[in-house]
């Protein structure tokens, strides 16, 4: 099979599939273009991710701002924090430091946690939750999914920031976070069926993250490979 035929199997049959559903069930349920906007956008914003291209944090930042918004609407007001006040600037910060740390080939240069300095971020993650769900989560009366809601919120900031630091394991701690959203969604959806839309997108972030990590381990080697 040919580079081009990979590409367009791997690549965008599951994006024009996802898009499909997406616009199908945001026609068939009434979701207003506002709700249905930023899950298109992420199709794209991972596919440059795939690519380990700068440019899906600069697309991505202009998403987050979208995706705060319609995260205030649905009463998910940790993802509406995350999105709007770490993702938007730290993406926008992400693609100036990537822009920069680039090798004489212009190809960007990742790097690892190491084992010691994963365990540290676990266990920020951890304590993260813990002090948002325990003293912050009373303040938002009437949230959805606290649980979930809480526990995305520093995932989402350590995996933001990791990724601006160019560290592999960004993607790694995405594809749990990916996982925890489906299943947010996917309980949202059997109260609101209309937000379907974002069960379908998380799933095809899950499916995404996982090709990105192996396309940034890739990158890794191979830039080590040429030093």
Sequence with gaps: MSE???????DYLPMACAAALIIVFAIRNEQTFFKTLPTLITLVVQLLNVRVSR???????????????????EGLYFSMISALVI????????????????TADNVTELRYLGL???????????????ITYFALAPFFSGAKMPAFDTLLFP?????????????????????????LNIVMWALICMNEPGNVNYMIISAYNLFMIIKASISWTRRYYAVKAEK
């Design 87 to 102: 993702s938007f600037p730290l993406q926008m910060l992400s693609f100036f430091n990537w822009s920069k740390k680039r």
């Design 55 to 73: 440019f899906a944090f600069l697309l991505g930042s202009c998403n987050a701002a979208i995706y705060g918004l319609v995260f205030l609407s």
């Design 155 to 179: 995932l989402g900031i350590m995996i933001t920031a990791l990724s601006a630091m160019r560290y592999i394991d960004a993607q790694y701690i995405n594809i749990v976070s990916c996982t």
């Design 116 to 130: 010691k300095r994963l365990v540290l971020v676990i266990f920020a993650v951890l304590a993260g939750w813990a």
């Design 4 to 10: 081009k035929s990979k590409k367009l199997l791997i």
